[in-house]
Structures are given as structure tokens and as C-alpha cells.
């Protein structure tokens, strides 16, 4: 079973940067759309950003213009580069890969946004 090994995640301050990789330790194949995740403490789980095997992005509205969702096609990798990141992004990060032969998730990686 193939699983998608996350890191990147962590402690920052606000209005710094992070760098999520999601990287499969396998081959996935005939992929539909890759993404990012978030659940906060109390919220539901929530659509961060997404990349469709066209190249399509879609974002949530409250990250457009800081987050920026990046793939390696070779590697089926996923990347989220995260920038000004306020206190309200802090959330437990999960990426996505969605095909036609399964979905799969990573583990999670926390994000935590504190001075």
C-alpha cells in the first residue's frame, strides 16, 4: 500500500513562511487531482488548495495570494509553499492524491503560527 510521507510542517511566527512536501513511496498512477488539506482544533476539515492533472489550481479563499500548491510530476510529490502565515492557519496539514484506483492521505504534518 503506497503512503504519502509528509514533512515540512512546524512552528513560525507570524508573517513567516513554511514549505509542505508530500512525497509518495510509491508509484501512483492515472491521478485526477492532488491537494492540501487542513483541520483545526474545533473546525471541520477544510480544502486548502488543489491541482487537477491539467494544471488547474484552486485555492480557499482566505489563503489566495499566500499559499501557492506545486506538483513534481515525476514524483507524484505535492508541494505547498505557505507565506504570510497569520495565527489562523495553525491546523494539522494533510495532502491528497485522488485517482481513479484510490484516494490516498498522508499522516498529517502541524503547523503551528505563534509569536
Known amino acids: 500500500q503506497v503512503q504519502l510521507v509528509e514533512s515540512g510542517g512546524g512552528l513560525v511566527q507570524p508573517g513567516g513562511s513554511l514549505r509542505l512536501s508530500c512525497v509518495p513511496s510509491g508509484s501512483i498512477s492515472s491521478i485526477n487531482h492532488m491537494g492540501w488539506y487542513r483541520r483545526a482544533p474545533g473546525k471541520e476539515r477544510e480544502l486548502v488548495a488543489v491541482i487537477f492533472s491539467g494544471g488547474a489550481t484552486n485555492y480557499l479563499d482566505s489563503v489566495k495570494g499566500r499559499f501557492t500548491i506545486a506538483r513534481d510530476n515525476a514524483k507524484n510529490a505535492i508541494y505547498l509553499q505557505m507565506t504570510s502565515l497569520k495565527p489562523e492557519d495553525t491546523a494539522l496539514y494533510y495532502c491528497?492524491?485522488?485517482?481513479?484506483?484510490?484516494?490516498?492521505w498522508g499522516q498529517g504534518t502541524q503547523v503551528t503560527v505563534s509569536a
Open positions: 491528497n492524491i485522488y485517482s481513479w484506483r484510490g484516494e490516498y
